[in-house]
C-alpha cells in the first residue's frame, strides 16, 4: 500500500486525533472539537475534515457498542428530522459558496456562547428543573447541529447544549450524542465522497491512525467511570465554551 507522502507533524496531528476522537466519543463530549483547529493548520480546511469523517464513523462504531444501552431515543428522534435539512444546507452552502464555511464558523460560535449564557443565567435562577419542551428548541439545534458536522465536523458544542438543557446522566448523555452522531456520519460519507473531500489517500491515512481510536475509546472510558457527574457537568460546558471561543475567533485566523 502505497502511503500519502505527508509530512512528520501532519502524521503527529492525525494520530493525536484519532486519540482525541475516541475519548471524545466514549468519555469526554466536546473534546473533539479541537481536532477541527488542528487538522486544519496540518491540512487546510477541506482536506481536514474529509480526513476526519471516517475517523469519527470508526469511533460511533465503539461508542455505540458500548453505550448503547443507555440511549435516550426519544432525543434523537426529536433531533435527527432537524438535522437532515442542516446537512442539506450546509451541502448547498458548500457546493455554490454563497456562504463559506470560515464565515459560518464565527454566526455558530456567538449562538453556542449565548445558549450557554441562557443555560448559566437558568441555573443561577434555580430554574435547572425547567427542562425546554417547545419544539422550537430542540429543531432549532438540530439544524445547527446538522449544519455545523456537514461544514466542518464542528456540531460538539450544540449537542452538548442539547444534552446539558435535558439534564441526562452522563452515561445516557454519552449514549444519545453515540448513536445520533452515528447516523449523521454514516449519512455524510457519501457527501463527502461526492464533494472530494474524502480520496484514495485519505482514506490510506485514516487507515494507519485508525488505531490510535481504540487508545482514546479505552481512556474515554475509563475517565467516565471516574468522574463525578458535577465534574462532567462542568468539564463539558467548558469545552463548549472553548470551542465556540474558537469558531469565532477562527475567521481571523483564516481557519
Given at each position: ?172 448523555f454519552i449514549g444519545t450524542g ?78
Open positions: 500500500m502505497q502511503l500519502p507522502d505527508y509530512q512528520t507533524f501532519q502524521w503527529v496531528a492525525l494520530c493525536l486525533c484519532a486519540v482525541f476522537v475516541g475519548m471524545n466519543k466514549t468519555g469526554v463530549p466536546g473534546l473533539g472539537i479541537f481536532n477541527v483547529p488542528m487538522l486544519a493548520i496540518a491540512f487546510g480546511g477541506m482536506s481536514s475534515t474529509g480526513l476526519m469523517l471516517p475517523l469519527l464513523a470508526f469511533a460511533d462504531l465503539f461508542a455505540v457498542g458500548y453505550y448503547h444501552r443507555h440511549a435516550r431515543w426519544s432525543h434523537v428522534l426529536k433531533l435527527l428530522p432537524w438535522a437532515l435539512p442542516g446537512i442539506g444546507a450546509g451541502f448547498l452552502i458548500l457546493r455554490y459558496g454563497g456562504i463559506q464555511d470560515v464565515h459560518m464558523k464565527p454566526i455558530l460560535g456567538g449562538i453556542v456562547l449565548t445558549l450557554l449564557a441562557v443555560n448559566f443565567w437558568r441555573m443561577r435562577k434555580g430554574d435547572a428543573l425547567a427542562v425546554p419542551t417547545h419544539w422550537a428548541f430542540a429543531a432549532s439545534l438540530g439544524f445547527f447541529a446538522g449544519l455545523t458536522t456537514q461544514l466542518a465536523n464542528a456540531a460538539g458544542p450544540v449537542m452538548v447544549l442539547y444534552l446539558i438543557a435535558m439534564r441526562l446522566p452522563k452515561e445516557e453515540a448513536w445520533y452522531f452515528l447516523i449523521l456520519n454514516y449519512l455524510k460519507i457519501p457527501l463527502f465522497i461526492h464533494e472530494g473531500r474524502i480520496t484514495w489517500d485519505s482514506i490510506q491515512a485514516d487507515a494507519v491512525v485508525a488505531p490510535f481510536i481504540l487508545v482514546g475509546v479505552a481512556a474515554g472510558i475509563w475517565l467516565l467511570k471516574r468522574i463525578p457527574q458535577r465534574v462532567f457537568n462542568l468539564s463539558v460546558q467548558a469545552l463548549a465554551i472553548l470551542a465556540a471561543g474558537w469558531l469565532m475567533v477562527s475567521v481571523f485566523m483564516g481557519r
